[in-house]
């Protein structure tokens, strides 16, 4: 395996308020790995940092060798935690806004997404409930043949049966050598798919570990022991 990220120092702060302080981390292709941790914990600044949305206050990131920027974008597919969607704007529009955009989109890929769903691509954004939009953004996202996906709180805003089709679409449309990055705080309904754990508190890595060491060496699944280490 090769290492798809590595952060060194990675710090971020808001005028006297540290995000990320001094983050080291470095993770490989081929994984599913959760970034878990309570609200406020740095989560999205990570993943912000990630995809050139903010830039370090010190430290360095890299992806596949790369800094933030135009080479990784290349590289990298993202889920933001809100919708970008415009309502006045049809599925099929956001198709060949993708298709143009990331030379990596499969629209036939994606076709085969709305069509497993029923969606219909001629469909304006408006007329879709809360959860479809939410799929349709999925779909979109994992429709790239990306090397890195993250996938900020992707299962936090539908209802369970929702979260299950979220979650199968996840695991079944990325390549073996790709790595999936999952920030959530519902750890026990993205479990099973994860590979691997990273903890973060208060802007700094706690734990990162395997997720069958972690039951096999401790006994507990991951929820407990996020339960455990957050005294939640």
Avoid: W
């Amino acid at each position: 395996m090769s290492t798809i990220l590595e952060c060194s120092g990675l710090t971020k702060k808001y005028g006297s308020r540290t995000a990320l302080n001094h983050v080291d981390l470095k993770l490989e292709s081929g994984r599913i790995i959760g970034l878990l941790g309570p609200n406020g914990s740095g989560k999205s600044t990570l993943i912000k940092l990630i995809n050139s949305l903010l830039s370090p206050t010190e430290g360095s990131l890299r992806i596949n060798g790369h800094e933030p920027g135009l080479e990784t974008k290349k590289i990298v597919s993202y889920l933001p935690e809100r919708s970008y969607l415009d309502e006045n704007q049809k599925v099929s529009t956001y198709l060949s806004y993708f298709k143009d955009f990331y030379e990596d989109f499969d629209t036939v890929r994606a076709m085969d997404m709305l069509r497993r769903l029923n969606i219909d691509p001629a469909l304006r954004i408006k007329t879709l409930s809360k959860g479809t939009q939410e799929k349709v953004q999925l779909i979109l996202v994992m429709s790239r043949r990306a090397q890195l996906y993250c996938l900020d709180e992707p299962i936090a805003g539908v209802d369970p049966a929702a979260r299950d089709y979220i979650l199968a679409t996840i695991i079944n449309n990325y390549s073996e050598d790709a790595s999936i990055l999952i920030s959530t705080h519902l750890i026990a309904d993205v479990e099973n798919i994860l590979d691997e754990v990273v903890f973060i508190r208060d802007g700094q890595i706690c734990m990162q570990a395997q997720v069958d060491e972690v039951r096999l060496k401790q006994g507990l699944s991951i929820d407990s022991l996020f339960r455990e280490v957050f005294k939640c």
